[in-house]
């Protein structure tokens, strides 16, 4: 079934066009890749998907709804969810309490605190710190948990690895992928190509604002994803 | 031993100050709103509950019943209607928004109400006061006022710490884009953050106007006031805004206890003092880290 149709979505900032005629489906429980260079356009699609971002034309349909026009903290009522680029925690309210202003989605489901720290047990000794005093890790994990506390039937996570060491990144994947067995739809931005062929199911590649490789993850080789991230051959769906 | 007196009146004063600045201080720490109407719409509480008093007779405590839930509501309708708008229009709009506002208010009641001044009665407790010694005396009336102020900002302060509002409240302070990424309603969030800031406007006005008589243009001074004390106590903190109205309430009762013309001069040069001693504070750091690059 379809959770998501992203139809030739535009969206600017100004004159800068950075998402030209996009279109995309989503299946429920699946998980999508998008990957690309810095600019290519990932991190404004995915604001776009969550509503952050108005689109300057296109249509977005989540489990059947138009949600275009539908304001962003409606969306995450409805069940989408971004973990935006650069965290973006509350930084002088502590872990917890980021976490518990998600409860301001009002979405039922299996996500409470305990069950956020269940995941991520390196938050519990921080649990009363102010999100400032984290470290990156920490800070992408309270991110992702606030995420996961509205309960989010799609999960968009933009730049999952940026800045976290390659240990951090081992466990915050091992959480996502916990998250997509447990059937939560999961779309991710990754620059680490390798990371996102063997973590996805279908990895989507982007350059300049356009999509421009498509396809299941273990048909995709590596050579033809960078060929594509760097625009050196406009291959289609392979 | 009159100078003991001044300062413990200039405390309590202090009070009343506090609790008219903390809906100025709620508004700017949580929109970035500058409010000018704050005094105009403290002024607006005191003449409703005139209102009630006047025609159907009650008591001005029984009034301020009445006059908070409305105070809430007009609250939440000016943000959702005006306040709410002029924020969307860039941030200098609200200043202006709010000051077309205040000469509304003013006109309005001087349409309606006259330019005469007026009082609320205060009840017995109005003019009850203990006579500690010969020279120290407290007016029950003025402690009850401080009171109210603390009770005010602990609530508030429990709001904004241990209620999922006041989580909400935080969280769209520091970031609203974020907040609405999370699920919060930010513009829910702002109009109920107005609806208290009005209400204790209205509060702190009817207080005021229990104190001392007023007229229909009376709100631009209380709005000094009031933005002393925020300025004083430091921008956005509550308990700020409580030390901030006690310092300007001591500042005022000793200065008028030297001279009595000097009551509002000794507090806006007090007010003047902290803002050189903050000035030079920040442009001597600023020195500081100058150099330092410069040596780096």
């Known amino acids: 079934m379809t959770l998501l149709l992203v139809e030739s979505i535009d969206a600017r900032y100004g004159l800068l066009q950075a998402v030209r005629d996009v279109s995309l489906e989503v299946e429920e429980g699946e998980t999508l890749a998008l990957v690309g260079a810095n600019g290519a356009g990932k991190s404004t699609l995915l604001c776009t998907i969550a509503g952050s971002h108005r689109p300057a034309g296109g249509r977005i349909v989540f489990d059947g709804v138009d949600v275009t026009r539908v304001r962003a903290h409606r969306r995450v009522r409805m069940g989408i969810a971004l973990v935006p680029e650069g965290r973006r925690l509350f930084p002088a309210l502590t872990v917890e309490e980021n976490l518990l202003v998600a409860t301001a989605a009002h979405r039922e489901g299996p996500w409470d605190v305990e069950a956020v720290l269940e995941v991520f047990p390196l938050l519990r000794a921080h649990r009363s710190a102010r999100a400032a005093s984290l470290s990156g890790g920490e800070q992408q994990a309270t991110a992702i948990g606030r995420a996961l506390m509205t309960n989010p039937r799609l999960l968009l996570v933009d730049e999952v690895s940026l800045g976290l060491a390659p240990v951090v990144v081992e466990r915050v994947y091992a959480a996502l992928g916990e998250l997509s067995q447990r059937g939560t739809t999961i779309v991710l931005v990754e620059q680490d190509v390798g990371r996102a062929l063997a973590f996805a199911s279908r990895v989507v590649c982007m350059l300049e604002g356009r999509v421009v490789l498509e396809g299941p993850a273990r048909d995709v080789t590596r050579e033809q994803v960078t060929d594509a991230y760097f625009g050196l051959a406009r291959a289609g769906a392979v | ?296």
């Not at chain 2, 513009?187 to 702190?204: E, P």
Request: hydrophobic content about 55%.
């Open chain 2, 1 to 296: 031993m009159s100078w003991v007196n001044a300062v413990i009146h200039g405390i309590l004063l202090g009070g009343l100050y506090a609790l008219l600045a903390t809906g100025l201080s709620l508004m700017f720490g949580v929109m970035r709103i500058i409010n000018l109407a704050h005094g105009s719409l403290a002024l607006l509480g005191a003449y409703l509950a005139f209102l009630l008093t006047e025609h159907a007779g009650v008591s001005t405590y029984l009034a301020l019943i009445a006059v908070l839930p409305i105070a809430l509501l007009f609250g939440y309708v000016l943000q959702v209607t005006m306040l709410e708008r002029s924020l969307r229009a860039g941030e200098l709009v609200p200043l202006l928004t709010t000051f077309g506002l205040l000469i509304v208010i003013a006109n309005l009641l001087q349409y309606f109400f006259s330019p005469d001044v007026h009082s609320l009665p205060s009840g017995s407790i109005g003019s009850a006061s203990w006579r500690v010694s010969s020279t120290i005396q407290i007016p029950w009336f003025d402690v009850l006022i401080l009171g109210i102020a603390i009770f005010v900002l602990v609530g508030l302060q429990l709001l904004l710490t241990k209620t999922q509002l006041g989580r909400e409240l935080r969280a769209t302070a520091a970031d609203a884009e974020t907040a609405e990424l999370v699920g919060v309603n930010a513009r829910g969030v702002y109009a109920r953050a107005t609806a208290i800031a009005v209400a204790t406007a209205a509060l702190a006005g009817v207080f005021y106007a229990m104190r001392s008589a007023f007229d229909p243009f009376a709100g631009p001074s209380q709005l000094i006031y009031a933005f002393e004390a925020v300025v004083i106590g430091g921008v956005g903190s509550l308990w700020g805004t409580l030390i901030g109205g006690i310092v300007l309430g001591v500042a005022q009762t000793v200065g008028a206890q030297i001279d009595v013309q000097y009551f509002a001069l000794s507090g806006h040069l007090v007010f003047l003092a902290v803002l050189v001693v903050r000035a030079v504070a920040a442009g001597g750091l600023r020195r500081i880290s100058l150099s330092r690059t410069v040596t780096a």
